[in-house]
């Protein structure tokens, strides 16, 4: 039960991660936008 647990976990965690990876990347190309603009 434990195994499957952590399985389940990490297979969550790992679209998470991955969404705060393409946020991240939106933030910066957000900044560079304003910078160019200003």
Known sequence: ?????T???DSKAG???SN???LASK???L???FLKVS
């Open 1 to 5: 039960i434990e195994a499957k647990y």
């Open 7 to 9: 399985t389940e976990r």
């Open 15 to 17: 679209p998470l991660k």
């Open 20 to 22: 705060q990876a393409e």
């Open 27 to 29: 933030e910066i190309e």
């Open 31 to 33: 900044e560079s936008l």
